[in-house]
């Protein structure tokens, strides 16, 4: 509670400071108050709030998704020096509200209730839809901000609709009451509940961008800015995640109420993003169908619903963010700063900078799934346990996907090693850029080399 | 401590391959040679402290776990080294005579631009050879055991530019990695029958009882690593070729250690053996039946190392004879002091043909006996020790063989004991052609040749020493010895099978073995010393069989016809008609689909926010009607 409590007084002070014109030390403050945040949530052990009202509960599982949420968006505000200037004038709005759009996130996962779930969603996405347009020239990120919120608008009408019915259905919207009644009921729930449930996850669904519910995704995470759409593909997923596996682990421990759902969403979700993937020659569009299809991946563990699918979501998206961060960053450095969007764009990078470039292509073995990355742990986490619950059809499924996802992933590397380059631009890296890059790098080997500590925080 | 000892022993040639290899481009030639001596020279020196500390214990045997390597639920495999008597000697032998061939080759390769290249090879194979006899359990010898076979690949093609030489390597590697399928299949099944690798765990689980068919089968595939390894029938071809390397490597790794490995696996697993009569019928039959063919094919060669070569293949093969008659402790024997006899023969023929500039073909060499009278009296001692003469090496351990072989059936013991007559034949045949009458090479030649020097003199020396007194080691009761080697080694491989022989046989054997290698000798120096007969090189004028033998009775040539045409052929008609018609048309549909799969759904996205909506509302519509009316 205090790790929110701190960011909320952040996002203020970042407004003020914006206002007074003190823009050199906005990314300092920013940084050390996410620090605090991070210790905070990290060591948060009592739950300040949850004794007794239940609203919200720092539990292992939401610290442990806290605190890499928090982590993140660390990240995507040190990719900002450099991208904020051509991406848009005002960066001290942007700036705040990626803060309060983090304390949705952060919300998101560790709700205890299904109004705070609702709160966290809409916190989350508010400032979402002005920072997708805060582009304010740009006539395409205008678009995208309108898209994604008359869309955005639609889907929270079903979320709340779903609620509404649970609530109807139970009489409660307190986690515990709900699983209790489904615990006694067993089985002989009212049709309206199953119909709340199906509608909520559709809801949480359109956040995470599952398939059928994706179509905003690769229109908003191009006409965003692309640091808006860094921090969308990592942190908006990680906590849309965390929000789905808190309720299908947490309400319905052992119910299969969603279970067909779940497996229709996953199986689209990963074959379109990757199908279409092949066919985009913008990096970022590719990016995005990309996180469509990484978003399938996850969904098997939600759908094969075990006790470790919490932890295997978690590496998952650890795993995805780091090397999301990576390519992101190192496409905003040489690309994105021209207003380059194709693949060419990265023709012959191994030549004028091959650290950036090996950092890249690590980056894309691990979405890839390549040993020894934490992208291969992700993956054979969640594939194993679907396989030990005797989910064979979606695994066989999600593998020929994967096989599919190395086409685009290694057109980016023979674009990178194999191809001349032919724009001349020398690419000045910001130090903060190259921290990200190398950090993320070496925390994605070291994940890879050391699966096992990350279990721990669970 | 004695774990503390053996990684020593392990990891000094590993640090000679490192410093020579990284270094051998910085340091003078010296520098690298006296490096890479030392190393094994160490490791020498330490299994010598170790051979006054060895275990007491009832097996007589220390296993020093270092890590675990492979660990699941169902065996657990860890890195570990064993110290017993078997391995002892082994270790012994391949530090004692690498050293001496290292000090040799720092003489033998002094011209050549690859020195330190050929320094680091010939450190790596001791390092994977020592694994090999040292591994406490299959998978760290099997590591040695495919090492060395690198080792040797890359040794017998050390002069890479000659494609020829590349040819022998490849068909080295080739033909050994059918022994290494057989070696892998065997532990599969030991490790699928028993859960574990180790020697002394599953050897420990083998009696009677167990099934026998397994047994027989393991004991198989075991023999067929041991047949590629140590060159039986019908994987022999590639050792007569592997003379394409540089002849300390022959020496060391196709005569004295690396060629003994299949003896040592099987006289390491000699339980398995054991309890299987027909594993024990085939190991016997092959190793005498390679015995004579290796021995008549090599009474025709004229190419000094040739003869070398077709020799160690026979006398391996009586190696087999005694592990096949349950006489572990013989063969082991034998693999010692061939060790020391057959090492010093190949160095004195490099002595050869170092002071022959190149020169191998025994037709154009003779009357060298003037000319390099220390190498002379060196190949002679050689030539002796293996003919059988006491007391010379060989005498003592040819001996126990027969002995062996004869407890087993007359027909073997005739059979084993002409193999040792055209052993002794074909010897003396090359020492006559070679050292007697007069010099057949050209003028150009003769001024040139030289004794060799100190550096390559002094290891050859101490191998004639050796290779005198070597069989003392072990003199059999009958002759008033103890046979303490055998004793020695007995905790670990077994105490010889009790023989129904009595003496006044064996002592008739004995003398029958002498007697008939005098003959011979005899036989060779009427043929080629006083009636100076040279063997023609013209294959028109041999007789059939002879002509049979000079060619290799066309073995070759056969394994070429029914093996690599076949073969070739096949991948010929695979490559143009399955693979490019078949798996490119069936990949390149399945990426096309994949592609145009892509391209038609990313036609949905219209990038139009009514669509997106309804699209939206009907997924949204079907998911509650499958959820209400087909899931339920």
Redesign the interface.
Known sequence: MSAIITLSVLGILVLYLGIFNFKKVLLPVILLGLTVAFVLLATNTGNVLAADMHMLVFDAPARAFGCLLILITAGVFCLTPGNMEYATKFRQDVFGLMIFSLIGGIMMISYGNLITLFLGIETLSIPLYVMVGSKRSDLKSNEAA??YF??GA??TG?LLLGIALIYGATGSFDFRVIAEQCLTLQGNVS?WF??GV??LL?GLS?KVSAA??H??A??VYDGAPTIVTTYMSTVVKIAGFGALVRFTRGGFPDMHVF???TF?LAILTMT?GN?????QKSIKRMLAYSSIAHAGYMLIAIHCSTNASLVNIFIYAFAYSLASLVMFGVFMAIADKYELADIDSFNGLSKKNPLVAICAAIALLSMAGIPITAGFFGKYYIFASAIDSNYFLIVIIAMLNSL?SL?YYLKLIIAMFFKEGSNDVSEKIPALHYFVIFGCTALNILIGLYPNNLMMLF | MAGTTALGIVSLPLAGFLFSGLLRNKLPKNIIGAVSSLSILGSFILAGTLLFNMPQNESKSFIINYFDWIVTDNFRISFSLQIDPLSELMVLIITGIGFLIHVYSIGYMHEDEGFGKFFSYLNLFVFFMLLLVMGGNLLVTFIGWEGVGLCSFLLIGFWYKNPAYNAAARKAFVMNRIGDLGLLTGMFLILYTFGTLNYNDFLGKIDADTNAILVTAIAICLFIGAVGKSAQLPLYTWLPDAMAGPTPVSALIHAATMVTAGVYLCSRCHVLFDNSVFAQNLVTYIGIATSLLAGIIGLKQSDIKKVLAYSTVSQLGLMFVAVGTGAYGVAMFHITTHAFFKALLFLTSGSVIHGMQGEQNMLKMGGLRKLMPVTWLFMLIGSLAIAGIPPFAGFFSKDQILAAAFAKSPVLFGLAFVASMITTFYMFRLMFLTFANNFRGDEHTKEHVHESPMVMLLPLGVLAVLSIIGGFLSVPEILGGQNKFIAFISPVVGVLPHHEISHSIEMMMMAAAVGGALLFIGLAFYVYRVTKMVPTDNVNELNPISKLAYNKFYIDELYDAIIVKPIKVASYAFYEFVEKYVIDFVVNTV?KL??F???A??L??T?N?S???F???I??MV??V???F??N
């Open positions: 309108m898209k008359l869309l639609f889907a079903f049709s199953e119909i199906l509608l559709i359109f059928p519910f179509f905003w690769p229109d279970g067909q759902f229709i379109i199908f279409v993937a092949t066919q599919v086409y | 990426g994949a592609l799969v892509g391209a759904i990313r949905l996205q990038g926010v669509f997106y909506l699209a939206m509302v997924s949204i998911f509650l499958l959820q209400g087909v899931f």
